[in-house]
């Protein structure tokens, strides 16, 4: 079976066709400035990139076009749509609703909607691209898979806030997390590479991107992690904030006479190690500007990797242990002085490093030497795959 993948955000459409048996890309492509004019760049597999400026007025028009290109006859890579056995969706926020990934059904689409307000970017996008994606495939299955799921067996003493409980009870505040796919793919990887039980695991993920978190899987369970109610939370990001202290946002707001929105998009967009650095939120920039001996970029990276160390050294004290730290995503799998300065701080967990293999990029590896107590691996990620294995399992 084929399975199309789609990550639909407000104004751009991420998608890969995944041949199910084999579990490798047949195609991978974006849609761009859906809605403003459109572009569409896809790749087959072994083939060349094709671009195309596409007249894209909305998400239906933009998946017309993926589906085309899919089917074309000089550069698909299917002959007939009714070769797409199902259609795996991205999305973002399931709430306490969804704890696994779900068959779509119009029931499944009201409970999306009502997590909308916590997602209130992204979710009405993934439905968007759901419902385009229904009228021109009618009849094919749809299953929708949640960035939050994982982390929805984090217990209460993770998830809770320490603010009044009516707030819980009333709003659903709480920690939730994300990149929830992204961490279960992992962590199951580096459960086989130990070769040990699932069931009696200890595995802290370092999802190191452009959003990053980490998380605590025990057992093959999320039982915390580093991202709350929002992606805000938690390690400083390429421009968000990470979590600050609260009081910080009402002192800005007095200081620099801003609104609540100018001071969200702070936290949002100007934060983190572009904010810090004052260069760029690409480790690749603060990369350059560190050789050149920019204080501000070795500072920036100083203080995203004490984070992540902090981060990683309470999971140990929640798992009271651990057997392998992972590092994965654009940062994770490519960035060495970023796993390099993280690891710098675990000695004390007996982590050894080879550091020949921590010149590796986007390709599994071992970092840690044979004699080191804990095991630390590179790990890509590879969210479609999850997902397209996800589709597959909830047809079978
Ligand atoms: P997103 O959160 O947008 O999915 P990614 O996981 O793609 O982000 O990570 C993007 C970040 O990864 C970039 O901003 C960059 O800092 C870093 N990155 C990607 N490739 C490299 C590389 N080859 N070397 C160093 N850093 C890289």
Known sequence: MKILVVNCGSSSLKYQLIDAETEKALAVGICERIGIDGRLVHTPAGGEKIRMEADMKDHKAAIKYVLDALTSSEYGVIKHLDEIGAVGHRVVHGGE??????IITEEVIAGIEECSDLAPLHNPANLIGIRACQHLMPGVP???????????TMPQ???LYGLPYEYYENYKIRRYGFHGTSHSFVAKRA????????NNSKVIVCHLGNGSSVSAVLNGKSIDTSMGLTPLEGLIMGTRSGSIDPA??????KKEGMDIDQVMDVLNKKSGVLGLSGISSDFRDLEDATAEGNEKAIMAVDVFNYHVAKTIGSYVAAMNGVDAIVFTAGLGENDKAVRKGTMSYLGYLGVEINEENNNTRGKEVELSTPDSK???YIIPTNEELAIARETVALLA
């Open 374 to 376: 804990v095991k630390v």
């Open 248 to 253: 910080i946002i009402e002192y800005l707001m």
């Open 142 to 152: 749809m299953v929708a898979v949640f960035d939050t799921a994982f982390h929805q």
């Open 157 to 159: 003493k993770a998830y």
């Open 191 to 198: 459960v086989q590479l130990l070769g040990i039980d699932s």
């Open 97 to 102: 609703k969804f704890a696994s990934s779900t």
